[in-house]
């Protein structure tokens, strides 16, 4: 048994070490390396101990934790991917839903494709005339006074589009059980594995210590100290607290989701911000679209609209994104269609991901990176099919069985009401709420985002809500006024719901 | 009544009977908490999970205040409201109450009048004598506090009346930008002459600084008519030649202020914009004053630019609704309104809480010595409480400056939220001014329990300060003192 732990550790080694050459911040590193090889502390004949001394001195150890620590959680957790890829055949029971994540995929594609041949535009983009690139580097800053055009322009897809998909989502039928059996209007039968309330309880069972770190009550000095010490899983550990002091949810939430500005970064900006500024690309129209739809008119965060511009622009150019966002593969027969630099086609609200981080950073830079990583370790799987245990059909399936399990007077009030539960909170879940709790409680249910680094919070929070408003809900009897009882969540206070939630007997 | 804000309104206090109703998660809310884990309890103020204090409302106030409007022991007064200004978010809250609508003529206990009644009801000539039982919505001579000529009168006598008596507060300090020694606890107004009056007096410190930007504002109006801006003496000097001329006579009798500029306001997101917060005064002497929490900044739909050009888009340096409203880019989902509450986050998540509270002190500060300044000479009748709007724009280096005080803040709602927001205010008015049993009665001690203060905090109750005082130098002992300056903002 030892040899075989020895013999992964080993194997995980190499692969965490093939992976930091491919990073960018491996070059950096290997030159202060090679730098503290040469410094004087470092003894030639006692090499292996005064070097590690010096790395340690340097403060580098902590930087090459914090790298082997985010390698592990994000890209080499996903090992099986190409290999299954090979045998993936009708066996597969989960082949359907894969299948419907890459025709999803598919049909985003090619429903922007399909608005470029109209519009007569090239998907590719072309590049702005000078006048046009001269008029949109000044108001690179007030891009709100930048006008053109949009009225040909919609949204690709909208959250009740994805809905329809997923509510027609049909499973290979069980030929032992009647078809009648199964309602139409669930996909309880979907074979992913969620967690029932039992076993969330002992995920989030952090959230219910009040356990006091480092001996200092006071939670500000805690979290000073533990951004000093700038450990990632540190810092994540203290955001399941729920109660990160807000001057500092910004270091945290960049040091968790390794976004931490280096020079190459920067640079890296401003190419993005070069290509917008040459290139005149379809998703520039649809960007502006969306956010003034969304952004703008929305009270909480219309002030940040110019910033906004300026993220999702870059945004859209990042072909960085593509190659860290993992899409569902599965062998489909038809034609494929190109997407977006990024590869992510904007859809209705997705700047709405972006917005809640214009209260944690002043500069666009700042704020684009976290994000952006935000984006590529949650947000994408709420927006395809995909079986990942935190994919929105699994944080869909999460929540029919929480409802159905801990609140059955609810489930047959739907039921009879011939209502999908699903409809009434699909919009909170493909948002992560954003846009619908006020700002300040949103954040602190993305703390136990990052802090629990699981999405399954989300339907949990929706229960959570529903069972809340649950007497109001039992008295009306049409979507509408269901819906006018869960439209105005700005009274709801998450962490004590939460706690109370798992707390119950 | 059936306008479309009436059912907006409707909607909206079903929402909230919804909202506030007990969580099924739990037994009771007794046991609720009694299960929860420690770590939150330190602020109490957040563990209710309906969210007293949240943005709109469900709060003990509203609720509480429209319980005792019933009049219980009151069964034989039927409360007469009057009102000069038809506003449903005034006449929905009267009603709630359980009052109804009386003339002016007729026996009314509780009257929102405009400033020219309650001028009328104070006058001499008019002959009318409130009773005990009767309760008015301003100060007979609000305008010392409201008009911009007399509030900058005001302070400046203040401030010379505390120097004069040797107060610390008075204390004054080398400057580097404006002229002389400048106060350092007390300079909270921009520089400021009234014209034609201090003419001579803005010329010498003009030309100190001749490169600073001034802007005119009318003494009289509101809601940002007749302000323009002037960086050349020379465009004034035309102005006053123009003004005397013989085509507008009406400006000539008209008297003005000039005041700095702030030309380096704090931007967010790239835009101007200044404050607008609700301050409730129950009595001036004693002092006894109320800060609503939920108040919000104006911004400007325009970028602001400093340059020259942009001197006459009066759009770009405006925040007034009613100026912007006539925008291209009104918005009217939000109206360019943002919650202080938003503000404070974005401040504290991206410069600090240090800064963030000095912000915040400076401007519950700025208030109280306004209001210091003018309460020795109100007419602080028993019978009046007023509602002011202060507008108060913070430059980037966090200061706040006051810019005016309106007595008669506009009470039009220009968005949903705008309407519960004032819908809400003037709730916790009528029941931070009314007795516990909701009957108007000027012999009640003006104390409000903390259930009453809704989305207010206490400013300032120099009755109470001066009670703590009085019983902290006799007995000694350090029990938990009633704060006399409450700054407590979230």
Not at chain 1, 469 to 474: A, I, N, Y
Not at chain 2, 248 to 260: D, L, N, T
Request: glycine residues 6%.
């Amino acid at each position: 048994m030892e040899e075989l732990q020895d013999a992964s550790i080993h194997h995980m080694t190499a692969r965490v070490i093939s992976a930091i050459k491919t990073t960018k911040c491996y070059e950096p590193i290997y030159k202060e390396l090679q730098r503290l090889a040469c410094s004087p502390n470092v003894d030639p004949i006692d090499m292996r101990n005064t070097l590690e001394e010096a790395i340690k001195g340097a403060g580098l150890e902590t930087e090459i934790r914090n790298i082997v620590y985010n390698l592990v959680r994000s890209r080499l957790c996903k090992p099986e991917a190409t290999k299954q890829l090979s045998k993936t055949t009708l066996s597969d029971p989960l082949g359907y839903l894969k299948r419907a994540g890459v025709l999803w995929d598919r049909r985003v594609r090619k429903s922007l494709n399909a608005m470029c041949s109209e519009l007569k535009v090239p998907l590719h983009g072309q590049p702005r005339i000078s006048a046009d690139r001269e008029d949109f580097m000044a108001k690179w800053n007030e891009l709100s006074n930048y006008s053109m055009d949009l009225a040909n322009y919609r949204p690709v897809y909208a959250p009740k589009d994805l809905l329809e998909v997923l509510l027609s989502l049909k499973g290979p039928a069980k030929t032992t059980e009647s078809t009648d059996q199964i309602p139409q209007w669930e996909f309880s039968h979907i074979a992913l594995p969620v967690k029932n309330l039992f076993e969330l309880r002992a995920h989030f069972a952090d959230l219910l210590r009040s356990d006091g770190y480092l001996g200092v009550p006071d939670l500000t000095t805690q979290c000073q100290r533990i951004l000093e010490g700038r450990h990632a899983p540190m810092c994540q550990h203290f955001l399941k607290k729920g109660c990160t002091p807000a001057p500092y949810r910004g270091a945290l939430w960049a040091a968790v989701l390794d976004s931490k500005l280096h020079d190459y970064d920067i640079e890296h900006w401003q190419k993005l911000r070069n290509t917008v500024w040459t290139t005149d690309h379809i998703v520039d129209k649809l960007v502006f679209k969306d956010i003034q739809l969304t952004a703008s008119n929305d009270d909480q965060y219309f002030v940040f609209e110019d910033v906004l511009y300026q993220v999702l622009l870059c945004f859209s150019r990042d072909t960085d994104i593509g190659s860290c966002v993992d899409y569902e593969a599965f062998p489909v027969k038809g034609r494929t269609y190109e997407g977006p630099p990024s590869g992510v086609v904007p859809f209705h609200g997705i700047c709405m991901f972006a917005a809640p981080f214009c209260y944690l950073y002043d500069s666009p830079v700042n704020l684009y990176y976290t994000f952006r990583a935000f984006y590529i370790r949650y947000c994408h799987r709420l927006t395809t099919i995909n079986t990942h245990p935190q994919g929105i059909v699994s944080l869909c399936l999460l929540f029919e069985k929480l409802l159905q399990t801990y609140e059955p007077q609810l489930w047959s009030h739907f039921r009879e009401l011939q209502i999908q539960p699903l409809r009434v909170v699909f919009k909170w879940l493909m948002r992560a709420f954003s846009g619908h709790l006020p700002p300040d409680q949103l954040l602190i249910l993305w703390d136990l985002i990052l802090g629990f680094d699981s999405l399954e919070i989300l339907p949990l929070f929706a229960i959570i809500i529903l069972s809340f408003r649950k007497e109001s809900l039992m008295q009306v009897a049409s979507l509408d006024n269901i819906e006018a009882i869960l439209a105005d969540l700005s009274s709801i206070k998450v962490l004590p719901l939460v706690q109370l939630a798992l707390s119950r007997d | 009544m059936n306008t479309p804000g009436e059912t907006l309104l409707g909607d909206w206090t079903q929402a909230c009977r919804v909202a506030s109703l007990k969580p099924t998660l739990g037994q009771s809310t007794a046991t609720m908490y009694g299960r929860l884990p420690g770590n939150n309890n330190n602020n109490s103020n957040n563990n209710n999970p309906a969210g007293g204090g949240g943005n709109t409302g469900v709060g003990s106030g509203g609720n509480g205040g429209a319980g005792t409007g019933g009049g219980q022991g009151h069964d034989r007064l039927k409360i007469g409201f009057c009102t000069d200004l038809d506003k449903s978010v005034l006449v929905n809250n009267f009603e709630k109450r359980g009052w109804h609508q009386v003339n002016g003529d007729d026996d009314w206990h509780f009257y929102w009048a405009g400033v020219q009644t309650c001028r009328n009801i104070f006058s001499v000539d008019s002959g009318y004598r409130m009773h005990d039982n009767q309760m008015i919505n301003h100060f007979p001579n609000h305008y010392e506090l409201s008009r911009k000529d007399l509030l900058v009168k005001n302070i400046k006598r203040y401030r010379k009346d505390l120097e004069r008596d040797g107060n610390p507060l008075a204390e004054k300090a080398e400057s580097n930008n404006s002229s002389g020694n400048r106060y350092l606890y007390l300079d909270f107004v921009p520089t400021t002459f009234v014209l034609p009056a201090d003419y001579n007096m803005f010329v010498e410190e003009y030309r100190k600084f001749p490169l600073s930007t001034w802007i005119m504002k009318p003494c009289g109006k509101s809601q940002g008519a007749g302000i323009f801006l002037i960086n050349k003496l020379s465009k004034l000097k035309k102005w006053s030649r123009e003004a005397k001329g013989p085509f507008h006579p009406q400006i000539a009798k008209e008297s003005y202020v000039i005041s700095r500029y702030i030309d380096n306001p704090l931007l967010i997101g790239g835009k101007k914009f200044d404050l607008r917060l609700y301050v409730l005064v129950a009595s001036f002497r004693p002092l006894k004053a109320y800060l609503f929490k939920q108040g919000f900044c104006r911004f400007c739909t325009v970028k602001y630019d400093t340059s020259v050009t942009e001197l006459d888009n009066m759009y770009v340096h405006l925040t007034n609704v009613s100026v912007q409203k006539h925008g291209g880019e009104y918005n009217t989902l939000h109206g360019g309104k943002w919650s202080v509450q938003n503000l404070a986050l974005f401040l504290e998540g991206t410069r600090g809480k240090e800064v963030t509270d000095r912000l915040f002190g400076a401007i519950s500060w700025l208030i109280v010595h306004s209001l210091r300044a003018v309460a020795p000479v109100m007419a602080s009748d028993r019978h009046c409480f007023e509602c002011y709007g202060y507008d108060i724009i913070i430059d980037n280096a966090l200061k706040p400056w006051l810019v005016e005080v309106n007595a008669s803040p506009s009470l039009t709602s220009t968005t949903v939220n705008d309407r519960i927001l004032k819908y809400k205010l003037i709730d916790n008015i009528l029941s931070v001014v009314l007795p516990p049993d909701g009957v108007p009665d000027v012999r009640w001690n003006k104390v409000p329990s903390a259930d009453a203060l809704g989305n207010f905090d206490l400013l300032i109750d120099e009755e109470l300060a001066a009670q703590d005082e009085a019983q902290n130098s006799s007995t000694s002992t350090t029990h938990a003192k009633a704060s006399k300056m409450g700054s407590r903002w979230k």
